[in-house]
């Protein structure tokens, strides 16, 4: 079987063929092989329904299964933003919009947030499965940390499922590898490979 992630960004590209590599005879193409596809405007009001809307575009567009994933950040003190605008909430770079989101909690101490990740897979006869799951965390009050991407470096782990003795480490402090074990992505594109496993 062949699955088009339908992403472009190296970042995603990476963590998802390295969560997707168990599953076997499955073949992963981007759309760094389809760059004739153009992605649809995220206009859904969800994580859930922007995801539908990438990978029922792109199944259709490549002929091919693809899974799309949207996800962001949601901040209880933000009244769950920035939310399904986390990548385009401040204009700029990741580093911008995480500058940004330090700025705006810097007189509150109610820092209790998650990561949030809907993974949707289409096939090109319409036929769709979703999936869903989060990461539980709080905002710290600096940057920590190398790896990750996007707000990695500010979001500080409280959730104890899959890695109790990273907790308040930020997601930019722990490996790759364990970060694949607790991180909201990994937790809904686990669910997907099971689902897929069965076709």
């Known amino acids: ?16 063929r390295g969560l997707l590599c168990e599953i076997p005879g499955l073949e992963i ?39 799309a994933d949207d996800s962001g950040i949601e901040v209880d003190a933000l009244g769950g933003e920035p939310g399904v605008r986390s990548a385009r909430w401040v204009e700029g770079s990741d580093a ?3 500058n940004a989101l330090l700025h705006r909690l810097s007189s509150t101490h109610n820092r209790t947030a998650r990561y949030r990740c809907a993974i949707c897979i289409a096939w090109p ?16 009050f600096e940057w920590r940390g190398e790896n990750g991407f996007g707000y990695d470096p500010v979001f500080e ?5 899959g890695l109790p003795h990273r907790v308040g480490r930020t997601m930019a402090e722990v490996l790759p590898e364990e970060k694949a074990q607790v991180s909201h992505r990994a937790r809904a594109v686990r669910a997907a490979a099971r689902i897929l496993n069965k076709h």
């Open 157 to 161: 782990i409280t959730d104890q499922t």
């Open 1 to 16: 079987m062949k699955l088009l992630l339908a992403t472009a960004n190296a970042h995603k590209i990476e963590e998802l």
């Open 96 to 98: 911008d919009r995480t």
């Open 29 to 67: 193409v981007s759309l760094r092989d389809f760059p004739a596809i153009e992605m649809p405007d995220e206009t859904g009001a969800t994580m859930a329904e922007n995801a539908r809307i990438k990978a029922e575009h792109c199944a259709r567009e490549s002929g091919l299964p693809a899974m």
């Open 125 to 140: 006869d319409g036929k769709t499965v979703e999936t869903e799951d989060v990461c539980e965390g709080r905002i710290g």
